[in-house]
């Protein structure tokens, strides 16, 4: 099934592009001499010296620049989570290769040492694979590995309060990346789906021209105004869409504009495993997500 990224994502890279040709925001070489970035790739050490980094909100996104031109870039939050891990080259020698979308933090790891919110610096470990095919595990892949220290530049959202929020089986749980499913033809249902580095998903199912804001419940039938949870199958290499048995949605917001529409509200449920029937419930939802129009 076709999969983009969503529209949140979208709007936060084309912040940061803002963000990166503005004066007080250009890619630096350490001139505080308190930064760093390391980079290595397949085992080559890579000479970083320049660096640009920007938040929005709960959302940071960083990229190193190595002399010769091969750079390393990465999307998360400020709850650790990783949303995106890519590499790319201006001389074609290295292929974009970029984390696998499924249960990150079961192939990269990804450690948030510190936000230091005063001096607006992030530092960050990371080890792990990146692939040529976001979504295929047996793609070609290279290992990086590294760490960084850098100064961010605050950037202000197009769309404030993007994001999914929840307790998933009372762990705390936020998005960190996602994409968009269905939603191509008039009258078809599309799916929000909210991930992050765990091995959870968070599918938010609307109608473009159907849903209405107000209390919606929700069971096992496929219907729009409902939510789904997908769990990642290590061994199986699938993300395994469990059975939704009963949940409630509550619309508070569906504003509709020339190209987005922007669509928040709560949500609460309970999904089972299609085979085991083990258990999982999702409480304390919320969401703020905007989506491409067709």
């Not at 503005?22 to 320049?50: K, M, R």
């Not at 309060?161 to 078809?188: C, R, Y």
């Amino acid at each position: 099934m076709k999969k983009l990224k969503h529209a949140a994502l979208v709007l936060f890279l084309s912040a940061f592009a803002v963000s990166c040709s503005s004066d007080d925001s250009n890619p630096v070489n350490n001139p505080s001499g308190e930064e760093f970035f390391e980079y290595t790739i397949d085992g080559e050490e890579q000479n970083v010296t320049t660096w640009i980094a920007a938040r929005s909100e709960s959302s940071f996104e960083v990229q190193g620049t190595a002399a010769n031109g091969r750079v390393i870039h990465f999307t998360f939050n400020q709850w650790g989570n990783l949303g995106d891990a890519s590499t790319m080259a201006n001389d074609f020698e290295i292929p974009w290769r970029t984390s696998y979308h499924y249960f990150k933090s079961n192939y990269f790891t990804f450690e948030l040492v510190a936000i230091d919110e005063a001096n607006k610096t992030v530092e960050v470990n990371f080890s792990g694979k990146v692939f040529d095919e976001e979504y295929d595990i047996t793609s070609a892949f290279s290992t990086v590995e590294g760490s960084f220290k850098v100064a961010y530049t605050q950037v202000t959202p197009q769309i404030s309060g993007l994001g999914v929020s929840a307790t998933v089986n009372g762990a705390e749980w936020h998005d960190s990346d996602g994409d968009q499913e269905g939603g191509f033809f008039s009258g078809e249902n599309l799916t929000l789906n909210a991930s992050n580095d765990t091995k959870y998903t968070i599918g938010i199912v609307t109608n473009h021209q159907d849903t209405t804001t107000g209390a919606h419940t929700f069971g096992t039938a496929d219907s729009p105004n409902k939510m789904k949870l997908f769990v990642y199958d290590t061994q199986e290499n699938v993300d395994v869409e469990y059975i939704t048995t009963t949940g409630t949605m509550n619309i508070t917001e569906k504003t509709v504009g020339s190209q987005l529409t922007i669509i928040s509200g709560t949500f609460s449920f309970t999904a089972e495993h299609p085979e085991t029937g083990a258990t999982i419930i999702v409480q304390n939802g919320t969401f703020k997500q905007a989506y491409i129009n067709y």
